[in-house]
């Protein structure tokens, strides 16, 4: 049974008239018009603030997606912890399984503010660390993302124009570009698209490898355990690999769905 629409029915017939709009002037009518079409803005609170009030308002537990460096989700879970407590998980861009970008071994937003980091996986909030090792491979190829740029929609055209522009580095031909932190929020969306596992993570705090996620991977204990060396570690949820045709169809099917809506 289709869902009842929320406008009236359309009336016809020589003596059924159209309800009419307001007689505005047509300067008038054109700014009000304009001013529905304005975007949302953005909230006029500061992040941790922002954060305290939308988990507070929310009847069910929030996911709360850092793309980012940490450092305002730490200082919300240092601020309002009793807050902190109703959140559903914390799902992150940041830190690595392998190699780093910022430094050799450190993921840039890992690098940044890594007590931030530490903070939070040490919060006991489930926590989910989308890496640089799984975020390279979340790939798009030319062919999806050059017909983006020639899209109805301006928003289409901007990720278009973005992705044409991060597939031409390092040379004049397109190439496959990732789809950034977008894939994090692909693994929000639709879960099936990142194959998780969970690992003890520590976040190194100084020295050369400032900012490095040593993710333990090992199959069993080793010296430092055995002789109690190891000191607490917190166990967190780790992407360690994808789906590709389902990650890359989630991104392009949500950059479109504007383009499919307004047609």
């Not at 840039?108 to 530490?118: G, S, V």
């Not at 204990?221 to 967190?236: D, K, L, N, Q, Y």
Request: hydrophobic share 40%; aromatic share 4%.
């Amino acid at each position: 049974m289709p869902a009842a629409s929320p406008w009236p029915a359309a009336r016809s017939g020589p003596d059924q008239r159209s309800p009419r709009r307001p007689c505005l002037p047509r300067r008038q009518r054109a700014g009000r018009d304009r001013a529905a079409a304005q975007p949302a803005l953005p909230a006029a609170a500061a992040a941790v603030e922002l954060m305290h009030r939308t988990v507070e308002d929310s009847p069910v537990p929030v996911t709360l997606l850092a793309l980012g460096p940490l450092t305002n989700v730490a200082l919300f879970l240092r601020a309002y912890p009793a807050t902190a407590r109703k959140l559903g998980r914390i799902v992150f861009m940041g830190g690595s399984a392998g190699i780093g970008n910022a430094t050799s071994h450190a993921e840039f937003n890992a690098w940044h503010d890594p007590e931030a980091l530490a903070v939070v996986i040490h919060s006991g909030i489930p926590t989910v660390m989308y890496g640089l090792d799984v975020f390279v491979q979340a790939t798009v190829e030319p062919g999806q993302y050059l017909p983006l740029k020639d899209a109805p929609d301006d928003g289409v055209r901007l990720v278009g124009g973005l992705l044409a522009v991060g597939g031409l580095r390092g040379g004049t031909e397109p190439q496959p570009v990732t789809i950034g932190d977008a894939g994090a929020a692909c693994l929000v969306a639709v879960p099936e698209t990142v194959e998780l596992q969970r690992y003890p993570v520590r976040v190194e705090l100084t020295g050369h490898s400032r900012g490095q996620t040593l993710v333990d991977r090992r199959l069993q204990p080793g010296e430092s355990e055995h002789h109690g060396t190891a000191g607490p570690v917190p166990v967190i949820d780790v992407a360690v690999g994808l789906d590709h045709r389902l990650m890359t169809g989630t991104f392009l099917n949500t950059v479109q769905l504007p383009a499919v809506v307004n047609r």
